[in-house]
């Protein structure tokens, strides 16, 4: 058997051993860290701090813009018969509520324009359903059929701002495609003698 056969065996049965043991903290962190992206991963993306949108300089000039985050889309993203992106509960709550007036409710829906990275608008909603759940809805369905967005395979990248002229808030999202993954390992089979 060679070094890696060896080298994923190990590994294989370290797993299955694992499979249900309760891990300390140091340990799950430890692991959690090598799952993330890091600086020698083939994915260390971090988006521009503004949406990089040269016709929407005029709507956002001297705007603040939230923190911007990512999300790697789902099925249950794109499909026509949900028409909703659903965003991360945590995110919206750091990044996006401190943006919101109090005359906005998200529990009734706020009217949003979401700009593409051409800077086309896409009339939306953003709403809170069922006290749980961030959406925006309505216009979604033509935004990620128009930007030809794909699940597990398109990151998108969310900023909102208000518009300098209106005060409406606005949404950027931008699309990449994800880092190609390695191809999976092959099993190969145990002998035991």
Known sequence: MDNDSHQELK??????????QKLDNQTAVALNNLIKPN??????YQ?????????????????????????LLTITDLRPDQSRLSLNKTHVQQCLVSMLTEDENLTLGIPVTTYNINGKPYPMIF????SKVYVLTSGWTEFQQENKLTA???????????NVESGK?????????????????????????
Request: aromatic share 10%; proline share 9%.
């Open 11 to 20: 590994a294989a049965l370290t797993l299955v051993r694992m499979k249900k």
């Open 39 to 44: 600086a020698n991963s083939g994915d260390c």
């Open 47 to 71: 988006p521009p701090t503004i949406p990089q949108v040269p016709c929407l300089r005029r709507l956002v000039q001297n705007s603040i813009f939230t923190e911007p985050f990512e999300k």
């Open 127 to 130: 709403k809170l359903w069922c």
């Open 152 to 162: 597990g395979e398109d990151f998108i990248t969310i900023w909102m701002f208000r």
């Open 169 to 193: 808030l606005c949404f950027v999202i931008t699309s990449r495609k994800s880092a190609q993954l390695p191809q999976p390992f092959k099993t190969r089979r145990l002998r035991i003698n």
